[in-house]
C-alpha cells in the first residue's frame, strides 16, 4: 500500500469554535494507483494533498506512506522521506524565475545531493523524453504555460518519486496544453508512478482508476 | 495644470502620512546625509565665504616678511620695516602695524589680564571700521607720553562694564597706570581673532624707528591695496624698498656690509597674500577634506534611500498600474511619485539643517577653525542644504522612478505564478545600489581607520620631557613696578619663592616659553669664529632659568645646566639641544665654543655649557626638528614668563594654591593661561583629533546605513520570494539550504561592495598621504580590521533575513502565490 490514511482530521481554532477541514478521513491508495480528487472550493482537497505530500503534520489520525507511520517521525525524518518518495506539480507551475528551463529541473537533484555527472545525465534524459532540449537554457518567463508545466512535471519526476501529487495540474492551461499534461501523467502512472490529482475537471478526473470526491471536509461515499 | 499639481501635492502628503514608519525612516536618513554636508559646509563658509568684518574685505591684505632662501617663509615685520612701507608704496591705500600685549586690569574683584592688541592709528581706517561708540586712535595718541587710551572690545564692553553707554571719557587702572577709554568696537568687529579684548596704540620711541631695528620682527601688518593695484605691484614695490635699503646701509661700514650681506643670501622679501587666507589658517585641506568625506556620506544615504524608494514603489505597482490603465500617462505618474520624493527630500533638508547647526556649533568650539568663524544659519547654509536636498531628490529619485514607470505597461502581463515580482532590473539595481554602499562605506571606514592609526602613533610620539604632573600658567609683571631687568629678576624671584613654599612642589621653573604653549620665538644665529658665507642659520630660542630641564626633566646629555652663579651674575651663556649639536657640532665639540648674536662690528658672545636632549615644542608629530638653544633667563630678563611646576599632588588641584601664593606677592599680579602640560598637548592636536573623530562619525553612519542597506535588500528578497522558497521546500530543499541560499546572495554583494570598497581606500589613503603620521598610505592592518568589521555587520544583516526564509511555511507561501 503506498497511501494508508486512518480516521486523519485536520482542523483550525477559530473564534467560537474550530474549523474542520478534514474530518475523519479514511483513504488508501495502493501502488502504481492513480486516484483523482474533486469537490468544491473548501472541500479540503488541498489540505488533504498537504498531508500527503508531508508538507503539513499538524493533524491528528494515522497516515503511513509505503509502509512508514508518518506521526512517528521527526521533522527531519519527515522531510527525507518526502524527498525519497513524493513529487509535486502544481496548477501556477511554480518553476524559478532566475533560473533556466535546465537549472529548474537540475534543482530537485542538488537537494539531494545528487553527485553532478549523474544529474547532468538525469538532466539530459528528461529534457530529451519531454522533447524540451531546444527550451533547455530558456528562463520559465519565456515559455507558454503548457511548457512552464511540461518543465514543471519533468522537474516534480527527475527524482524518481513512487508517488506524484498534482495540483490541478491542467487547471491554468488551454484544453490543447491540458491534454499533454494529462497524456504524460497517464505515460508516468503506466510506468508503476502513484498518481494523486486534485481537479475541477470531470472529464480528466475519470482519467484516473478512481475518484475521490470531498464535501466539507468528509469523503463522501460512493 | 497648477489644480492638478495641488492634488498631486496633497495627494503625495497623505500617501507619506500613510506610511509614516517609511516617511520618517527616510526623512532621519536624509537628515543624516544633509546634516554632516550642511555642518561641514557652515563651517567652510565661515572661514572662506562669509564677508569678513571689514569694509571691502577682498582689498586687505596680510604683508608679512619673507627670507626666501633661509626661511622663514611667513616671518613678522619690524618698525622701520613697516615705516618703509606705509610710506613708499603707492599701491597700498593704507596699512597698518600691530602686536599682542598683556595687560593686568585692576578691579574690585582683583587683578584681570587682558589680551590687548597695540596697533598704529592706522588700523581702523585701513580696515574700513569706525568706533560703535566714541572714536578710534588719533595719530597724537600713537606718540610715547599719549598713548594711555584705550579703544574697547564690544566683548570686553558688555561683559566687564555692564555694555555701560558712559564708558567713553572713564580711566581704568591698567598695570598700576590710569588710561582712558576713548572708544568702543561695533559687535561683530575683531582683528586678527576674538582673542583680542581691547585695543591700544602702537607707539614708536626714536631708537625703535632706526635701521638698528631691522630684524626685529615681532608685530604684524595689514594692508589695504589701492584701487585698481595688485598683490605683484605691492609685491615689486616692497622688493624696490628692499634692494634700495640694502644698498643704503650697505655703504654703512662693516655692520652695514654685513646687513646686505645676509639681505641678499638669505632672499630677504615680502609675503603679499590676502588677509583672509592668513585669518582662516590652515584648515582649509582639513575641511576640502571632510567635505569630500561628506559627499561620500551623502552618496550612501541616497543609495540607500533609492532602495527604500525602489521597494516602496515595487509593493504600489498595482496602484500604479491601475492609474496608468485609467489613462495617466507616464510623465504624469513620474512627477507624482518625483513630488512624493521631493517632499521627503525638503523634511530631510530642514531636519538635517537642524541637526548642522548644532553639530557646526560643537566643532567650532572644538578648535578646528579659528575662533572669529562663526557658524550659524544664513541664506547661504541654508540655500546649500535645500539645494543638496533637491540634487539628493534626484539620485535617489530617479532610478526608483523610472523603475516604476517603465514596468506600468508590463503589469498586466506580470501577474501570474511566476517569482520575483519587483522585476529583474529592479533587483539588480537594489543590488548595484547595496555593492555602491557598502564600498563607499568600506571606503570612509578604512580613512578614518587611517587618521585613527596616525593619531594613535602621535600620541605614542615622545616629546623629549616628562609631562605627567606638571602645571604651567603665565604671568606679566605690570611695566610700572617691574619695569628695567632687575626689577623684573627681582619680582620672578620673589614668585618662585612664594610657589616653592606650596605643599607638594617638587621643582619650579621659569622661562619664556614653553611646549606646546602656541608661542613661537626664532633667532638666527653664528657660530663664533666661523666664516660662514650665506644666511646665518635659524633655530627656535628660548630663556629658561636654572630649574627648567629639571622641571620639564629634559635630559642633559653633555657639559652642565644653568647654575645658580649663572642666574646671580647673569652669565652669558646658553645651552643647545641635540639637534642644534648634530648640526653645527658634529663631532661632539660642542662645550666652551661660542654663538655669536651680535654684528660684525660688535660681537656679542655665549658660551656653550650644555648640551641637552630634543624637547618638541610645537608639533608632536614633528619629524625633522628644528634646533633649540637654551638663554640664561636672568642675563636677558623679560616682564613675561611661563612659571612650570612640578608635584607630587595632582596639578589641577594645585591652580588655587598657585593663584594664592602669586597674590601673596602681588595683587595686582593676574595668573592666566594655567593649565596642565597634558592639555597642551592635547589641545596641540585637535588640528588632528577634530578631523579624525568627525571622519570617524561619518564612517560609522556610512557603516550603519550600509547595514541597514543590506539587510533592506534582502529582507525585501526574502518577502518576494517567499513563494519561491515555499516551492523550493517543497522540491526537497531543507532550512539550512534556505538559509545557505539567501547568504551566498548576501555574501556576492558583500565580496563585491568589499573588493570595490577596499580599491576606494587605497585610493582615499594616497589623498590622505600628506595628513597622516606614522602610517602609510595603506596600511593592511586597518583594511583588515575594516573588511572584518564591516563584513561582520555586513554578515548579521544577511543572517537575519536568511533566518527569516528559512522559516518559510512552504504551504503558506504557496497558498500566497
Known amino acids: 500500500m503506498m497511501i494508508h490514511l486512518e480516521k486523519v482530521e485536520k482542523s483550525y481554532p477559530l473564534e467560537g469554535g474550530r474549523t474542520w477541514v478534514l474530518r475523519n478521513v479514511d483513504l488508501d491508495i495502493g501502488e502504481g494507483e492513480f486516484v483523482s480528487v474533486m469537490g468544491p472550493s473548501g472541500a479540503g482537497k488541498s489540505s488533504l494533498l498537504n498531508v500527503l505530500g508531508l508538507m503539513d503534520h499538524d493533524w491528528q489520525g494515522s497516515y503511513a506512506l509505503d509502509g512508514v507511520e508518518v506521526g512517528k517521525l521527526n521533522g527531519k525524518q519527515r522531510q527525507a522521506l518526502q524527498r525519497e518518495k513524493i513529487g509535486f506539480i502544481f496548477q501556477h507551475y511554480h518553476l524559478i524565475d532566475d533560473l533556466k528551463v535546465w537549472e529548474n529541473l537540475d534543482l530537485p537533484l542538488q537537494y539531494r545531493d545528487v553527485p553532478a555527472k549523474e544529474r547532468a545525465a538525469r538532466v539530459a534524459d528528461l529534457l530529451d523524453r519531454f522533447q524540451i532540449v531546444g527550451k533547455k537554457d530558456l528562463f520559465p518567463s519565456q515559455l507558454s504555460g503548457g511548457q512552464q508545466q511540461l518543465v514543471a512535471v519533468a522537474r516534480a519526476v527527475i527524482t524518481r518519486p513512487r508517488l506524484l501529487l498534482a495540483d490541478e495540474p491542467t487547471g491554468a492551461l488551454h484544453s490543447g496544453q491540458a491534454r499533454i499534461i494529462m497524456d504524460l501523467l497517464g505515460e508516468l502512472h503506466g510506468e508503476g508512478m502513484a498518481i494523486v490529482q486534485v481537479t475541477h475537471n470531470e472529464l480528466y478526473a475519470n482519467e484516473a482508476q478512481r475518484i475521490v470526491r470531498l464535501r466539507d471536509g468528509w469523503i463522501e461515499k460512493p | 495644470?497648477?489644480?492638478?499639481?495641488?492634488?498631486?501635492?496633497?495627494?503625495?502628503?497623505?500617501?507619506?502620512?500613510?506610511?509614516?514608519?517609511?516617511?520618517?525612516?527616510?526623512?532621519?536618513?536624509?537628515?543624516?546625509?544633509?546634516?554632516?554636508?550642511?555642518?561641514?559646509?557652515?563651517?567652510?563658509?565661515?572661514?572662506?565665504?562669509?564677508?569678513?568684518?571689514?569694509?571691502?574685505?577682498?582689498?586687505?591684505?596680510?604683508?608679512?616678511?619673507?627670507?626666501?632662501?633661509?626661511?622663514?617663509?611667513?616671518?613678522?615685520?619690524?618698525?622701520?620695516?613697516?615705516?618703509?612701507?606705509?610710506?613708499?608704496?603707492?599701491?597700498?591705500?593704507?596699512?597698518?602695524?600691530?602686536?599682542?600685549?598683556?595687560?593686568?586690569?585692576?578691579?574690585?574683584?582683583?587683578?584681570?589680564?587682558?589680551?590687548?592688541?597695540?596697533?598704529?592709528?592706522?588700523?581702523?581706517?585701513?580696515?574700513?571700521?569706525?568706533?560703535?561708540?566714541?572714536?578710534?586712535?588719533?595719530?597724537?595718541?600713537?606718540?610715547?607720553?599719549?598713548?594711555?587710551?584705550?579703544?574697547?572690545?564690544?566683548?570686553?564692553?558688555?561683559?566687564?562694564?555692564?555694555?555701560?553707554?558712559?564708558?567713553?571719557?572713564?580711566?581704568?587702572?591698567?598695570?598700576?597706570?590710569?588710561?582712558?577709554?576713548?572708544?568702543?568696537?561695533?559687535?561683530?568687529?575683531?582683528?586678527?581673532?576674538?582673542?583680542?579684548?581691547?585695543?591700544?596704540?602702537?607707539?614708536?620711541?626714536?631708537?625703535?624707528?632706526?635701521?638698528?631695528?631691522?630684524?626685529?620682527?615681532?608685530?604684524?601688518?595689514?594692508?589695504?591695496?589701492?584701487?585698481?593695484?595688485?598683490?605683484?605691484?605691492?609685491?615689486?614695490?616692497?622688493?624696490?624698498?628692499?634692494?634700495?635699503?640694502?644698498?643704503?646701509?650697505?655703504?654703512?661700514?662693516?655692520?652695514?656690509?654685513?646687513?646686505?650681506?645676509?639681505?641678499?643670501?638669505?632672499?630677504?622679501?615680502?609675503?603679499?597674500?590676502?588677509?583672509?587666507?592668513?585669518?582662516?589658517?590652515?584648515?582649509?585641506?582639513?575641511?576640502?577634506?571632510?567635505?569630500?568625506?561628506?559627499?561620500?556620506?551623502?552618496?550612501?544615504?541616497?543609495?540607500?534611500?533609492?532602495?527604500?524608494?525602489?521597494?516602496?514603489?515595487?509593493?504600489?505597482?498595482?496602484?500604479?498600474?491601475?492609474?496608468?490603465?485609467?489613462?495617466?500617462?507616464?510623465?504624469?505618474?513620474?512627477?507624482?511619485?518625483?513630488?512624493?520624493?521631493?517632499?521627503?527630500?525638503?523634511?530631510?533638508?530642514?531636519?538635517?539643517?537642524?541637526?548642522?547647526?548644532?553639530?557646526?556649533?560643537?566643532?567650532?568650539?572644538?578648535?578646528?577653525?579659528?575662533?572669529?568663524?562663526?557658524?550659524?544659519?544664513?541664506?547661504?547654509?541654508?540655500?546649500?542644504?535645500?539645494?543638496?536636498?533637491?540634487?539628493?531628490?534626484?539620485?535617489?529619485?530617479?532610478?526608483?522612478?523610472?523603475?516604476?514607470?517603465?514596468?506600468?505597461?508590463?503589469?498586466?502581463?506580470?501577474?501570474?505564478?511566476?517569482?520575483?515580482?519587483?522585476?529583474?532590473?529592479?533587483?539588480?539595481?537594489?543590488?548595484?545600489?547595496?555593492?555602491?554602499?557598502?564600498?563607499?562605506?568600506?571606503?570612509?571606514?578604512?580613512?578614518?581607520?587611517?587618521?585613527?592609526?596616525?593619531?594613535?602613533?602621535?600620541?605614542?610620539?615622545?616629546?623629549?620631557?616628562?609631562?605627567?604632573?606638571?602645571?604651567?600658567?603665565?604671568?606679566?609683571?605690570?611695566?610700572?613696578?617691574?619695569?628695567?631687568?632687575?626689577?623684573?629678576?627681582?619680582?620672578?624671584?620673589?614668585?618662585?619663592?612664594?610657589?616653592?613654599?606650596?605643599?607638594?612642589?617638587?621643582?619650579?621653573?621659569?622661562?619664556?616659553?614653553?611646549?606646546?604653549?602656541?608661542?613661537?620665538?626664532?633667532?638666527?644665529?653664528?657660530?663664533?669664529?666661523?666664516?660662514?658665507?650665506?644666511?646665518?642659520?635659524?633655530?627656535?630660542?628660548?630663556?629658561?632659568?636654572?630649574?627648567?630641564?629639571?622641571?620639564?626633566?629634559?635630559?642633559?646629555?653633555?657639559?652642565?645646566?644653568?647654575?645658580?652663579?649663572?642666574?646671580?651674575?647673569?652669565?652669558?651663556?646658553?645651552?643647545?639641544?641635540?639637534?642644534?649639536?648634530?648640526?653645527?657640532?658634529?663631532?661632539?665639540?660642542?662645550?666652551?665654543?661660542?654663538?655669536?648674536?651680535?654684528?660684525?662690528?660688535?660681537?656679542?658672545?655665549?658660551?656653550i655649557i650644555g648640551v641637552v636632549g630634543n624637547a618638541k615644542y610645537a608639533d608632536l608629530s614633528a619629524e625633522n626638528r628644528e634646533e633649540t638653544y637654551y638663554f640664561n633667563f636672568a642675563e636677558t630678563p623679560t616682564d613675561s614668563a611661563m612659571l612650570t611646576l612640578r608635584s607630587t599632588i595632582p596639578p589641577a588641584a594645585l591652580v588655587e594654591p598657585l593663584r594664592n601664593a602669586i597674590h601673596a606677592v602681588d595683587v595686582d599680579l593676574p595668573l592666566f593661561d594655567v593649565k596642565t602640560m597634558q592639555e597642551r598637548i592635547d589641545l596641540s592636536l585637535s588640528g588632528r583629533r577634530v578631523p579624525m573623530q568627525l571622519l570617524g562619525v561619518f564612517a560609522l553612519i556610512a557603516m550603519v546605513l550600509a547595514g541597514i542597506g543590506i539587510y533592506g535588500v534582502l529582507a525585501f528578497a526574502v518577502t518576494q520570494r517567499t513563494g519561491e522558497f515555499g516551492v523550493r521546500m517543497a522540491i526537497g530543499a531543507d532550512a539550512s539550504r534556505i538559509r545557505q541560499h539567501v547568504i551566498s546572495d548576501g555574501a556576492i554583494l558583500i565580496g563585491s561592495g568589499l573588493g570595490l570598497g577596499l580599491i576606494g581606500a587605497i585610493a582615499l589613503g594616497l589623498v590622505l598621504r600628506s595628513q597622516l603620521f606614522g602610517v602609510g598610505s595603506i596600511d593592511p592592518p586597518s583594511l583588515a580590521l575594516v573588511v572584518l568589521l564591516l563584513g561582520a555587520i555586513a554578515f548579521i544583516a544577511c543572517w537575519l533575513p536568511a533566518r527569516r526564509a528559512a522559516a518559510t511555511d512552504p504551504i503558506d507561501a504557496l497558498r500566497n502565490e
Open chain 2, 1 to 607: 495644470m497648477f489644480d492638478t499639481l495641488i492634488n498631486d501635492v496633497r495627494y503625495a502628503l497623505r500617501t507619506l502620512l500613510a506610511r509614516p514608519g517609511f516617511s520618517v525612516a527616510v526623512v532621519l536618513t536624509l537628515a543624516l546625509g544633509i546634516g554632516a554636508n550642511a555642518l561641514v559646509f557652515s563651517l567652510i563658509d565661515g572661514l572662506f565665504l562669509k564677508a569678513l568684518p571689514y569694509r571691502d574685505d577682498a582689498s586687505l591684505i596680510d604683508l608679512s616678511n619673507r627670507y626666501a632662501l633661509s626661511g622663514p617663509q611667513r616671518a613678522g615685520v619690524s618698525i622701520p620695516d613697516y615705516i618703509d612701507r606705509r610710506d613708499g608704496v603707492p599701491a597700498l591705500s593704507g596699512i597698518a602695524l600691530y602686536t599682542g600685549a598683556s595687560l593686568n586690569l585692576s578691579t574690585e574683584a582683583g587683578p584681570q589680564r587682558l589680551q590687548a592688541l597695540r596697533a598704529t592709528p592706522s588700523l581702523f581706517p585701513t580696515l574700513g571700521v569706525d568706533a560703535a561708540l566714541g572714536r578710534t586712535f588719533s595719530e597724537d595718541e600713537a606718540t610715547i607720553g599719549n598713548d594711555k587710551v584705550i579703544v574697547l572690545g564690544n566683548a570686553l564692553w558688555r561683559n566687564g562694564f555692564n555694555a555701560d553707554l558712559d564708558i567713553v571719557g572713564r580711566d581704568l587702572r591698567i598695570d598700576g597706570e590710569k588710561w582712558r577709554v576713548v572708544g568702543v568696537m561695533p559687535e561683530d568687529f575683531m582683528f586678527p581673532n576674538r582673542d583680542f579684548q581691547l585695543f591700544v596704540p602702537f607707539a614708536f620711541t626714536e631708537e625703535q624707528r632706526g635701521d638698528r631695528q631691522r630684524g626685529h620682527e615681532f608685530s604684524g601688518s595689514v594692508a589695504r591695496l589701492a584701487p585698481g593695484a595688485d598683490l605683484a605691484q605691492v609685491q615689486a614695490q616692497c622688493d624696490a624698498i628692499i634692494r634700495r635699503n640694502a644698498e643704503r646701509i650697505g655703504a654703512m661700514g662693516a655692520d652695514g656690509a654685513g646687513f646686505r650681506s645676509f639681505i641678499e643670501s638669505s632672499g630677504f622679501t615680502v609675503s603679499a597674500q590676502p588677509l583672509r587666507s592668513i585669518l582662516a589658517g590652515e584648515q582649509a585641506g582639513t575641511l576640502l577634506l571632510l567635505q569630500g568625506a561628506v559627499g561620500l556620506v551623502l552618496l550612501i544615504v541616497c543609495a540607500n534611500i533609492a532602495n527604500l524608494l525602489l521597494t516602496r514603489f515595487s509593493s504600489r505597482r498595482k496602484e500604479i498600474s491601475v492609474r496608468a490603465a485609467l489613462g495617466a500617462g507616464r510623465r504624469r505618474i513620474a512627477r507624482q511619485l518625483f513630488l512624493e520624493t521631493a517632499v521627503l527630500a525638503l523634511l530631510g533638508g530642514a531636519t538635517g539643517l537642524v541637526i548642522a547647526m548644532g553639530g557646526a556649533r560643537l566643532v567650532a568650539d572644538s578648535g578646528l577653525v579659528p575662533n572669529w568663524v562663526e557658524v550659524g544659519l544664513n541664506w547661504r547654509t541654508i540655500g546649500f542644504g535645500f539645494g543638496l536636498s533637491m540634487i539628493a531628490a534626484l539620485m535617489f529619485g530617479v532610478l526608483p522612478i523610472f523603475s516604476a514607470v517603465g514596468s506600468t505597461s508590463r503589469l498586466a502581463l506580470r501577474e501570474g505564478g511566476r517569482f520575483g515580482g519587483g522585476g529583474r532590473a529592479a533587483n539588480r539595481t537594489r543590488k548595484v545600489l547595496v555593492v555602491v554602499q557598502l564600498a563607499l562605506a568600506v571606503t570612509l571606514l578604512a580613512g578614518s581607520g587611517l587618521m585613527l592609526r596616525s593619531f594613535a602613533k602621535v600620541l605614542g610620539e615622545a616629546p623629549g620631557f616628562d609631562s605627567g604632573g606638571l602645571l604651567t600658567a603665565a604671568l606679566t609683571l605690570p611695566a610700572s613696578r617691574y619695569a628695567e631687568g632687575p626689577a623684573q629678576i627681582r619680582g620672578f624671584e620673589h614668585i618662585l619663592e612664594s610657589v616653592r613654599r606650596l605643599p607638594g612642589i617638587e621643582s619650579v621653573a621659569l622661562s619664556t616659553q614653553l611646549p606646546f604653549d602656541g608661542r613661537d620665538g626664532g633667532a638666527s644665529y653664528r657660530i663664533a669664529g666661523r666664516d660662514d658665507a650665506g644666511a646665518p642659520p635659524h633655530g627656535h630660542v628660548l630663556n629658561v632659568d636654572p630649574d627648567y630641564f629639571n622641571a620639564l626633566r629634559i635630559p642633559l646629555l653633555r657639559g652642565r645646566a644653568f647654575s645658580r652663579a649663572d642666574w646671580d651674575n647673569a652669565a652669558k651663556v646658553v645651552i643647545i639641544d641635540e639637534a642644534f649639536e648634530r648640526k653645527q657640532f658634529p663631532a661632539g665639540d660642542a662645550i666652551g665654543s661660542q654663538l655669536d648674536m651680535g654684528r660684525p662690528s660688535a660681537p656679542d658672545l655665549y658660551t
